[in-house]
């Protein structure tokens, strides 16, 4: 099952992810205290590890799941056949998190056409490298 250093370099990436290890390494160590069958604290760790995955709720949520998930694939946790529905409803669920409206750009100020914004527009006023008239 799952190492302690594997535990602590998950905590130290996402809390999410150290939560259900938490869940699962609990569960397992209760079947293996209760009747030391290994087989069932493994199956034990695994629906303790996906109880403990968050809810597909918000935007933090479902990133959270997905970095479980993505624990859980590269530990052998899931099915192979399961994976594809896991991370499709994390999509899906992502999808449907209303986004923040674009904050609008002030507009520039206009500048009349043909004058650089540098140019003063008083009648008889000089641009640099202009010599006014006498």
């Known amino acids: 099952m799952e190492s302690s250093s594997t535990s602590t370099s998950a905590s130290a990436s996402n809390p999410a992810v150290q939560r259900c290890i938490e869940a699962g390494s609990k569960a397992y160590e209760l079947r293996l205290a209760k009747d030391g069958d290994e087989s069932k604290a493994q199956c034990d760790f695994r629906d303790a590890y996906r109880n403990a995955m968050p809810h597909l709720a918000g935007a933090r949520n479902i990133q959270d799941f997905i970095a479980c ?66």
């Open 69 to 134: 998930v993505t624990y859980g694939i590269l530990h052998g946790l899931f099915y192979a056949s399961e994976t594809p529905r896991l991370l499709y409803a994390a999509q899906v669920a992502l999808a449907a998190v209303p986004r923040e409206p674009a904050q609008k750009k002030e507009p520039k100020a206009a500048v009349p056409s043909g004058r650089k914004p540098t140019e003063s527009h008083q009648p008889g006023a000089t641009t640099s490298g202009e010599t006014k008239a006498a």
